[in-house]
């Protein structure tokens, strides 16, 4: 069973600070995904990492995926309000299907007006 | 709407008794999956359909939990003799090829 370990668990900040969630793991990936979520709703696809180092900014969000395709990052800048919700990285548990996953525990973020 | 719909959106039911949990993907795609997401253990993957080909239930907790998907379309995730650790919400997602799209879910209580 491939792991993603998440962390922190829990974020809450105030609107214009900078945060970093981390995505680790043990094993090698061909790509990692980053999720958003909010309360009773279905996740929604923030992005897709395909290549070690790569670097994917949307917006104020910018994604890292490690050089050896085992660690994954989002960094927010300039936080706001809108932001708050539940974010899960998520990699292919193995398979033929692209939509089997495994996801990490997630990170509840809080920005505070 | 185009995307992925469920029902019901909420389900509270007793202990033992069967509940049946509907999905219905966007349409044309041939892809289907059901996750379900716990507080104590994230979101975790649990059948995946795909075409005509037999599905993979290689995610599936227990006997009690089955699904089928009938005409390649709308699918139902059958609990049976639910338990309070089922408690829960069942998300379902579906693809063509590539990522899936998750619908809102069912937020299953079992008391």
């Known amino acids: 069973t491939q792991l993603l370990e998440q962390s922190p668990q829990f974020l809450s900040i105030q609107e214009g600070e900078n945060l970093t969630v981390y995505c680790n793991s043990s094993?090698?990936?061909?790509?990692l995904q980053w999720y958003r979520q909010e309360p009773g709703e279905g996740p929604v696809l923030l992005v897709t990492v395909v290549t070690g180092g790569e670097v994917k900014k949307l917006k104020r969000l910018t994604f890292q995926f490690g050089d050896a395709r085992k660690d994954s990052s989002l960094h927010i800048t300039a936080a706001q309000p809108g932001d708050t919700g539940l974010y899960l990285c998520?990699?292919?548990?193995?398979?033929?299907?692209?939509?089997?996953?495994?996801f990490g525990q997630g990170t509840i973020l809080t920005v505070h007006p | 709407g185009a995307g992925v719909s469920q029902s019901p959106s909420n389900k509270v039911t007793e202990k033992g008794k069967d509940v049946e949990l509907r999905c219905d993907p966007i349409?044309?795609?041939?892809?289907l999956y059901w996750y379900r997401q716990s507080l104590g253990q994230g979101l975790e993957f649990l059948i995946y359909f795909q075409g005509n080909s037999a599905p993979d239930k290689s995610g599936l907790p227990s006997d009690r939990f089955s699904a089928e998907r009938t005409g390649g379309s709308v699918s139902t995730l059958t609990i049976q003799r639910t338990q309070q650790e089922d408690s829960a919400v069942y998300l379902c997602?579906?693809?063509?090829?590539?990522?899936?799209?998750f619908g809102p879910g069912t937020r299953l209580l079992v008391l």
């Open positions: 094993s090698v990936f061909s790509s």
């Open positions: 349409s044309g795609h041939t892809a």
């Open positions: 998520a990699a292919n548990a193995g398979g033929t299907s692209y939509g089997k996953l495994t």
């Open positions: 997602a579906s693809s063509s090829v590539g990522l899936p799209y």
